[in-house]
């Protein structure tokens, strides 16, 4: 019988890695991980938390505003962008240091290095030259953000500009800046320069924002991205950029010329496979880079596994926890379990938020649904002494037939907060009569979900 070093072996130290590594290690498991660059992976050092620390610093120059309706005055409001900067990375090495001390704690080796492929049982941590073989891997490396157009098209002087990864590291907040992208990210970032004082121009190639998200939520933030005086260009993408003297110059297949201090690219990511080698172990990857795995989270190699970003299913933290979670289940404790990515809720830290859960209107028609619509837009209390024109939409999605509701569609204030318990509710199977005969909370915003009775519209596949 071959003798290994490790029963796991994690490539990765991201939120994924980090949870397989630690439950399995509590198994009694022999584990270890090798992380090349800081533990936590990006949402811990480089998204998820970094981020939302400067949506919330974004935020108070709105609360400012507001309080005056309020009978508040603080004077000359000055943010001071070095101060946010270096409170977001003690809370970030704090964050870190936990990371690694449960590792640690649950008897995980760390190896602070990068490890790739030699074979299907073995992997080369290319600091140190050491060779280490594993009965089984785990593949849990993330992704990237990417500076390409789709496939292959690499924009000329796209070096010039900053992805999400260097936005948390500016020197000092640039007074204009132009954003590419339609995703979560570029949308995030647009409205946090904005609330921090940057004049921001956003551009992106489709028709509006947020392909994949139901159109009235699309609609709404674009009617408040603009009421806002974010400016945004659709149809718009870079042909070309250029630095002249101290600004940047992006030309566009427009034909126009957009003059800045600063270029962000949110343009899509990449899945982190490049260079590891997995050939070498017999791992299949798709056409993006992708790590392929079935049901289970299990590669073309029967003892390798990948969860997370690295295998472009569904890419949230929470989803790569779970998988971790399932995966230990599976090869460790004997439990075959399946990842269950239905029901997953979502959320877009814009000012307003966007929160999801379920299915929008197109996609409930596309699965072969009938639907009843319920759609509520409303100005929340908040709003009505702070005097500024901010709307709140909601939205329900219920099957016409057996009144289950499908989706829910969230834009507003606190949205996350409140699509949290809907996620609940939906994957109990609530219908809308569920929703009619739950008391109201008043007054919130939160509310309507249950107090909305007339239908706006129905619709029928096809």
């Not at 009421?227 to 566009?252: M, N, P, S, Y």
């Amino acid at each position: 019988m071959t003798k290994f070093d490790y029963d796991l072996f994690v490539i990765g130290g991201g939120s994924g890695g980090v949870r397989a590594a630690r439950m399995a290690a509590m198994t009694g498991a022999r584990v270890a991980l090798a992380e090349e660059w800081r533990m936590g992976g990006t949402c811990v050092i480089r998204g998820c938390i970094p981020k939302k620390l400067f949506v919330y610093a974004s935020q108070f120059s709105e609360n400012v505003k507001d309080s005056a309706g309020y009978g508040w005055d603080f004077g000359q409001a000055r943010f001071d962008w070095p101060t946010l900067i270096a409170n977001k990375d003690r809370e970030i090495a704090r964050l870190e240091g936990l990371y690694t001390a449960n590792v640690e704690k649950a008897g995980v080796t760390i190896f602070q290095d990068r490890a790739v492929f030699e074979d299907e049982h073995t992997l080369r941590l290319l600091n140190s030259g050491k060779l280490v073989t594993a009965r089984t891997i785990l593949i849990a490396t993330g992704n990237r953000p990417t500076r390409e157009m789709g496939a292959s098209h690499v924009i000329p002087g796209g070096e010039l500009c900053i992805t999400s990864d260097e936005a948390f590291h500016l020197d000092r907040l640039p007074p204009r800046i132009l954003i590419a992208g339609g995703g979560y990210i570029a949308l995030e970032f647009a409205h946090i320069f904005h609330g921090l004082g940057s004049r921001v121009s956003l551009v992106y190639r489709g028709e509006k924002p947020l392909r994949g998200f139901d159109d009235c939520v699309r609609d709404a933030l674009m009617a408040s991205m603009r009421e806002r005086g974010i400016q945004v260009l659709t149809g718009c993408e870079f042909t070309k950029v250029e630095k002249r003297g101290d600004d940047l110059h992006a030309e566009t297949n427009r034909g126009a010329t957009i003059q800045t201090d600063q270029i962000m690219l949110a343009i899509g990511r990449q899945p982190n496979t490049m260079a590891l080698h997995v050939e070498k172990a017999g791992v299949e990857l798709g056409k993006r880079g992708e790590v392929v795995v079935d049901g289970y989270s299990r590669t073309s190699a029967p003892h390798i596994h990948a969860v997370g970003d690295v295998t472009d299913r569904v890419q949230l933290t929470p989803v790569a926890i779970h998988e971790a979670m399932c995966f230990v289940e599976t090869v460790f404790k004997g439990n075959p379990t399946r990842p269950d990515h239905a029901h997953v809720p979502s959320a877009v830290f814009t000012t307003p938020e966007i929160a999801v859960i379920g299915h929008s209107e197109e996609k409930a028609l596309g699965l072969g649904h009938a639907i009843d619509v319920y759609q509520s837009s409303f100005r929340p209390l908040l709003h009505t002494l702070g005097g500024r024109n901010v709307r709140t939409l909601m939205k329900l999605v219920v099957d016409s037939t057996s009144q289950k509701v499908l989706g829910c569609h969230i834009f507003g204030d606190h949205a996350a907060e409140i699509i949290q318990v809907v996620a609940v509710a939906l994957r109990l199977g609530a219908t809308k009569a569920d929703f009619d005969a739950t008391i109201a909370l008043h007054p919130t915003a939160a509310e309507e979900l249950v107090t909305m009775r007339t239908k706006n519209y129905s619709r029928q596949p096809g």
